[in-house]
């Protein structure tokens, strides 16, 4: 006998292949059965009613690296089908660093506390372990974490010693179950970084088959260069590489994506290369003049020195102050913001593109989010797939299941069938639909009914269950990343 058995569901395994009508058997923490289960009974029966039921959505990229802990019921991810977060994105993450004060941003956007980062990689793994959350996490080291430990000033190329003994920390956190390096050249803790340093520690991952993620350096006039950094990174490393959140950022670069998606398609005959993307035309980081010169128009998320300007326009809180926009950032500052610099016809050929996956990039500690905190995979399945029609139902669920576990070698995750976790969604393909918007960002999604993490309720019909069946997935228990 089964545990449960989901009947009369509409089944879209996550590989790309059609939905077929079926029932779905779970024993424990697996998918027993699954098709034309009338002969078989469960301890515990439910009807779909027709409904959708695929693999619970993986979030390629997030920055939940503080609130698994902070936050574990994780309801802005377990509400919208989420049962997976990938985290330690952008060069940022709450291990290995040991450190005295505030830490730069943009390591402030997921842990202001330096009593809340932890020494060694170990200590993070087993805390999830101990108090673990609603979903399952697999964390990577971030390099910028990596120099803020080694370092004593970060305006500068490291040395060959410091290389050595930031290799040595992101191995040594690899052997404790991380699941690969990121980077965030980008960002001022890495910005004055050697392709060569890069290079150099990110060669620790070939023998673990780690992965590489990035946040290039520049994603906006200077994108090809990036991108041929990026190559040069992951053909010297011999690593996977994903491609951060790709975007053509600023008015000058609308339109480009036709240029970037022809070249990373040329890399990906030459190295194995993903791409993630999330489905909205803002960003959303650290506020900065720099970043800021790119966007048509920015919501301010968070200010320690002034809080009330959260959710407000910029521009609005400048005219407040009597200051012009780059004297008003930094009277803010430490802050952050949603810059609006994308083009739409960019981040639906992106979207489309039928290698790319896709990732939140959301920051949970935010006063005032970026919706996509909440709504980015029922946005790709109610707006661009219902709506649009910009890619089947079952591309989109692919898109953000299985390709997505193949990319990081999450083994047995991303796919129905016999054996694999019972991570799981129930939804209305005719009402999922995100409801979370730039005025009020933490609204829970319409149309999932049931969201299930290792076989046991976490969501039922716009209600927490209260269940915290997350595990923490490391480095050794997965598979090699398949991209090509």
Not at 47 to 72: E, M, Q, W
Not at 82 to 100: D, F
């Amino acid at each position: 006998m089964m545990d449960l058995i989901i009947r009369n569901a509409q089944l879209v395994d996550g590989s790309g292949k059609p939905a077929k009508e079926g029932d779905l058997g779970i024993k424990d923490d697996r998918i027993a059965g699954m098709g034309d289960l009338s002969q078989e009974s469960g301890s515990k029966e439910l009807n779909a009613g027709g409904k959708v039921l695929s693999p619970g959505f993986i979030d390629s990229h997030t920055h939940d690296d503080r609130a698994v802990l902070h936050d574990p019921l994780m309801s802005c991810k377990i509400s919208q089908g989420v049962t997976t977060v990938i985290t330690g994105n952008c060069g940022v993450s709450l291990a290995p660093l040991k450190y005295e004060q505030r830490p730069p941003p943009p390591l402030d956007l997921v842990c202001e506390d330096p009593k809340l980062f932890f020494s060694e990689f170990s200590g993070y793994l087993k805390t999830l372990d101990q108090e673990p959350p609603s979903l399952n996490v697999a964390a990577q080291v971030g390099h910028s974490t990596l120099r803020l430990g080694t370092m004593d000033r970060l305006d500068r190329e490291a040395t060959p010693d410091e290389i050595k003994t930031m290799r040595s920390r992101l191995e040594s956190s690899l052997l404790d179950g991380a699941i690969g390096f990121s980077t965030g050249l980008f960002y001022p803790p890495a910005g004055s970084s050697s392709t060569e340093e890069v290079i150099e520690i990110a060669k620790s991952l070939k023998q673990h088959h780690g992965i590489h993620s990035t946040h290039m350096r520049d994603e906006g006039d200077r994108i090809m260069d990036s991108l041929d950094e990026t190559l040069k990174i992951g053909t010297q490393a011999q690593t996977p590489v994903i491609i951060s959140h790709h975007k053509c950022a600023g008015i000058q670069n609308f339109g480009r994506s036709t240029e970037t998606l022809k070249k990373i398609e040329e890399m990906r005959q030459k190295h194995p290369i993903g791409i993630d993307v999330y489905p909205y035309v803002a960003g959303s980081t650290m506020l900065s003049s720099g970043r800021a010169m790119n966007a048509q128009k920015i919501l301010v998320t968070w200010s320690r020195p002034h809080p009330e300007a959260a959710g407000k326009e910029l521009d609005e809180v400048a005219m407040e102050m009597d200051l012009d926009r780059e004297s008003a950032i930094e009277k803010l500052s430490p802050a952050g913001g949603i810059f609006f610099m994308m083009d739409e016809k960019d981040v639906r050929r992106i979207l489309s593109y039928p290698h790319s996956i896709i990732g939140s990039d959301g920051l949970p500690h935010d006063d005032h989010p970026h919706p996509r905190l909440w709504g980015t995979f029922p946005r790709v399945l109610g707006h661009y797939v219902r709506e649009i029609g910009l890619f089947s139902l079952e591309e989109g669920i692919n898109k953000m299941t299985h390709k997505t576990a193949l990319a990081f070698g999450l083994k047995d995750r991303g796919i129905l069938r016999p054996g694999a976790y019972a991570d799981l969604v129930l939804f209305d393909p005719e009402t999922i639909l995100d409801r979370a918007t730039f005025d009020n960002p933490k609204e829970p999604a319409s149309g999932i009914e049931w969201v299930m993490v290792n076989g046991r309720m976490v969501w039922n019909h716009q209600t927490h269950s209260g269940q915290r069946p997350g595990k923490v997935l490391r480095l050794q228990e997965l598979d090699p990343p398949l991209m090509n």
